[in-house]
């Protein structure tokens, strides 16, 4: 129980309100994520015995409140996950800690478990959005703001006019695109990504008078590929392949990865790929299979199950030696070879990302050869090129849910719950049997 500062408690009872909860959820024909399905996102646990950050929850919620930001303000927030065992070596327990601006609301689901979403206007979403470094050149910077304002308008299907609310919601991982709210140590080149947000305000890649799919990835293979190949959608002749030759400055532009095959066997047992104990003596790619044996046992897997095994497991059992040097994942993408030898399996590969549309680290590329934005977008995006398209006033972001607990700090006097001014302290909002909420100092 909280100490004796706390000077509030409302309980809002399962039968006092009744709310739908929302969905992140994009149009089925949109190709998605916008940048790597694969990438693991800041706050979500390092092992497969660890929900997710997000976690699914039911759609149904049975309690909810609302707060207003101080004016000009922004909200400090923790969020807590239920524990769980993990068989992983450092278990990280998933966790949310951002500062967001706007409006929070807050619904128990019938789970007891708690989902955040944010309402805030929507150049201001643009500016959490964290895809890129905002030290990279400045055309770089527009080129992602607005194929993140094309991508976020096409993708929740915004229809209305300028300034009007956006009521469907958007996630905030790289299942749709990443949005963190407010730095908590802004660096120098933040103002730099600001600036890019707001001198491209209103411009939006469009297709026939619609805001085009404009899916982006971190680093290519040497092309890029159509989105019917990468996200089995119908063909879209903005995201036709081209091929790319700026993208060498990344960091996995190329890489190498050495699989030691006891620990390689430890991965693929886990994963229910492998018999326990037994040993692995040769791995082989033919086409999009890979053939493991050894000890007498041999095993088929397609490319994509062997890869989720092997990121799944090798950072988990194997912290210290998975992933080598500064790779995001241990087997960052699909584009790889594979070479036996006597202990272990070199995987060779290049790139990071899905593979469609714009190759942010090709745009930094292009950028660094003098392309402005316009022109970037264009490489990428079958010509199309920035026009003035109307924006939403406010936008909805879902970014958390599954949660136990919530910590809410206002960064100053003027916040509201429910239509209520709220005294100087934190907000702790617990879920459960009900949705409790805690004010004051303590």
Not at 227 to 256: I, K, T
Not at 374 to 383: C, H, K, P, Q
């Amino acid at each position: 129980m909280p100490g004796a500062g706390w000077t509030r408690v409302h309980r809002l009872l399962a039968a006092s309100l009744l709310f739908v909860g929302v969905a992140c959820t994009s149009a089925p024909s949109s190709p998605t994520p916008s940048r790597d399905a694969e990438a693991p996102t800041t706050s979500s646990a390092s092992g497969p015995s660890i929900s997710s950050s997000s976690p699914s929850s039911s759609a149904s919620a049975v309690g909810a409140v609302t707060l207003e930001a101080p004016p000009g303000g922004s909200f400090l927030v923790r969020g807590a996950y239920p524990r769980v065992r993990s068989s992983c070596v450092r278990p990280e327990q998933p966790r949310l800690h951002a500062r967001y601006p706007g409006t929070l609301r807050v619904e128990r689901s019938d789970d007891g478990t708690l989902a955040l979403t944010v309402a805030l206007p929507f150049s201001e979403y643009l500016e959490g959005i964290a895809e890129v470094p905002p030290s990279w050149p400045m055309a770089a910077l527009r080129a992602q703001a607005i194929a993140a304002r094309s991508y976020a308008l096409a993708t929740t299907g915004w229809d209305g006019e300028e300034g009007e609310t956006l009521d469907t919601p958007i996630c905030a991982t790289t299942a749709c695109q990443v949005y963190r709210g407010i730095p908590l140590t802004p660096s120098p080149d933040t103002a730099r990504w600001y600036r890019a947000v707001r001198s491209t305000d209103g411009e939006v890649l469009l297709y026939q008078g619609r805001p085009a799919e404009t899916v982006y990835f971190s680093t290519s293979n040497g092309q890029t590929y159509g989105n019917e190949d990468v996200f089995g959608s119908s063909p879209l002749p903005y995201l036709r392949p081209v091929v790319e030759r700026d993208d060498g400055a990344s960091p996995v532009s190329s890489w190498r990865v050495r699989l030691r095959f006891e620990d390689l066997a430890r991965f693929l047992a886990e994963a229910g790929e492998w018999p326990n104990g037994a040993s692995i003596s040769d791995v082989r790619l033919e086409g999009g299979t890979v053939l493991v044996s050894g000890g007498g046992d041999a095993r088929s897997m397609t490319l994509g199950t062997f890869r989720d095994a092997v990121n799944a497991w090798a950072h988990c059992l194997e912290p210290r030696r998975y992933p080598p040097g500064g790779l995001p994942m241990t087997i960052p993408s699909r584009w790889l070879s594979l070479s036996s030898g006597p202990t272990a399996v070199i995987v060779m590969g290049r790139g990071w990302g899905h593979g469609a549309g714009m190759v942010q680290w090709g745009a930094y590329g292009k950028a660094r050869r003098g392309l402005p934005a316009d022109e970037i977008l264009a490489s990428y995006y079958g010509g199309l090129h920035p026009k003035p398209y109307p924006e939403p006033g406010l936008i909805h972001v879902q970014v958390g849910s599954g949660l136990t607990s919530l910590g809410i700090v206002p960064s100053g006097p003027g916040a509201r719950l429910n239509d209520e001014e709220l005294e100087p302290g934190r907000v702790v909002v617990t879920g459960g049997e009900e949705l409790t909420v805690r004010t004051g100092r303590g």
